[in-house]
């Protein structure tokens, strides 16, 4: 054999075995990976990429952070932005780090999932809490829904039968609520930081009053003052004080002792367990608590 024809064997040869490592990087170039702001969209996400392949979820925060308001990213925050193709953020401003995220990775397509929602304001400013309604959370999923087919086409059927499937789920859980809760609607409530408009809105209660309207920044003593006499204004329809499981506060201590109400958690969904009935879980967990509290 000559010398040129031992070459070009050789070359088959090489090409026959290194194809295959080839096309395994050239698979995993095709590889999606999205990152979630904080935990609710984490788990709508999960439940919208649920079973897709070659396409991953990760939460950009820590799980116990609760509520963005002014957190800062870490360097191992900015880490998993590394070969994202996508972040997806509640939006309304939420997520306060968002243009020093998008400075340093431009790349990114960021997936605002309160696009179209009409939001509510809290004093000045546009309240980001949409995801404590659940009607909003539905159109949070469906938007999600829609951009993931436009990132990812090959999987549009998977991505449509997910977002179908979990907005099935959450609509039987908004039935139950709103039969459940509708003997209550007009109910004063009070709660301990700005999270609960929407759902206020979503099952017809009304906030009388927030404590806190940052979490952990404890309310000054005119304030305190202000909620307990309004609590003991109350007649009739009177108000239920509600903490959340996130912020401990020892202004729920001292008006529940001023006043003697009952301190009800009312969880915001915030934070919980890595699955992908969190969401639903937490609200059916509110559910039984807003039934215990407005049935005394």
């Known amino acids: 054999m000559s010398k040129y024809k031992r070459l070009a064997v050789a070359a088959v040869v090489s090409a026959v075995f290194v194809s295959p490592f080839a096309r395994v990087a050239f698979s995993a170039?095709?590889?999606?990976k999205l990152v979630a702001s904080f935990y609710p969209m984490y788990i709508m996400a999960r439940n919208v990429a649920k079973d897709v392949p070659g396409v991953s979820v990760e939460n950009l925060t820590p799980p116990f952070t609760g509520c963005l308001h002014d957190y800062a990213l870490t360097t191992s925050d900015m880490k998993k932005l590394s070969g994202a193709r996508a972040l997806i953020v509640n939006g309304a401003e939420m997520?306060?780090?968002?243009?020093?995220v998008t400075a340093q990775h431009p790349e990114l397509d960021v997936v605002?999932?309160?696009e179209g929602i009409?939001?509510?304001?809290?004093?000045?400013?546009?309240n980001p809490h949409v995801w404590v309604s659940i009607s909003a959370v539905i159109a949070q999923v469906k938007n999600l829904g829609a951009a993931m087919r436009k990132i990812d086409p090959a999987h549009k059927g998977l991505y449509e039968?997910?977002?179908d499937n979990y907005v099935i789920k959450l609509e039987a859980l908004r039935e139950k609520m709103h039969a459940e809760l509708a003997a209550y609607r007009g109910r004063n409530i009070i709660t301990f930081h700005e999270a609960f408009p929407y759902f206020a809105a979503e099952f017809g209660l009304n906030i009388a009053a927030v404590v806190e309207r940052e979490p952990g920044s404890e309310p000054g003593a005119k304030e305190l003052a202000d909620t307990v006499d309004l609590i003991k204004r109350s007649q009739g329809n009177a108000c239920v004080l509600f903490s959340e499981p996130q912020y401990p506060s020892s202004a729920a201590v001292t008006i529940a002792a001023e006043t003697g109400v009952e301190v009800y958690v009312l969880d915001?969904?915030?934070?919980?367990?890595?699955e992908?009935?969190?969401?639903?879980?937490?609200?059916e967990k509110n559910l039984g608590v807003l039934k215990k509290a407005f049935g005394k």
């Open 118 to 126: 009409p939001l509510i304001k809290s004093g000045q400013e546009d």
């Open 29 to 32: 170039q095709k590889e999606i």
């Open 161 to 163: 039968k997910n977002t």
């Open 95 to 100: 997520e306060s780090f968002l243009e020093n």
């Open 112 to 114: 605002n999932l309160s």
């Open 268 to 274: 915001p969904a915030v934070s919980g367990p890595d």
């Open 276 to 283: 992908d009935d969190a969401y639903i879980k937490i609200m």
